[in-house]
């Protein structure tokens, strides 16, 4: 499927889920959540099947820089986590539930501050090895 392809189907689910979302609301909120929920997860599982090529473009540009495969690891875990988060903030928030979003807002951050240890701890010893003279270039 292309691009365009596939901004037009998760266009049109998530317009018609919208829609459908604003009748039902009123009358059984509970099946709106459901529907909101269940819509976003179908879009999700669209754009997940297609987002192999993002994968391989990102290793590439990777490795052409340079950089270590733990470096590739990392990126791709905190785009999950940013991805997650937002999913989870904006179905709260649908919900009704902003103290819940912001929870998992702040859930997020926390994960990618965890996540990017391993990262502040090589340019740590990068810095201090260049401070002392030890880099080896190469």
């Known amino acids: 499927m292309n691009i365009a392809e596939l901004l037009v189907t998760a266009v049109g689910i998530l317009l018609c889920a919208a829609l ?3 009748v039902l609301r009123n009358q059984r ?12 997860a ?3 599982v669209l754009l997940l099947s297609e987002i192999a090529p993002l994968f391989s473009a ?5 490795q052409s820089g340079g950089l ?4 590739l690891a990392v990126v791709l875990k905190a785009a999950g986590v940013c ?14 539930e902003t ?23 090589q340019i740590l010893s990068l810095v201090t090895q260049l401070i002392s003279g030890r880099v080896v270039s190469g």
Request: contains cysteine; glycine residues 8%.
């Open 58 to 62: 990102v290793r590439n540009m990777m």
């Open 68 to 71: 270590s495969a733990e470096w």
């Open 20 to 22: 459908l979302c604003v």
């Open 99 to 121: 103290a819940l979003a912001g929870k998992a807002e702040l859930a997020g951050r926390v994960l990618l501050l965890l996540l990017a240890i391993p990262l502040y701890e």
């Open 29 to 40: 909120p509970e099946l709106a959540i459901c529907l909101g929920l269940a819509a976003g």
């Open 83 to 96: 991805l997650l988060t937002q999913l989870v903030a904006d179905t709260c928030r649908d919900a009704g």
């Open 42 to 44: 179908l879009v999700l």
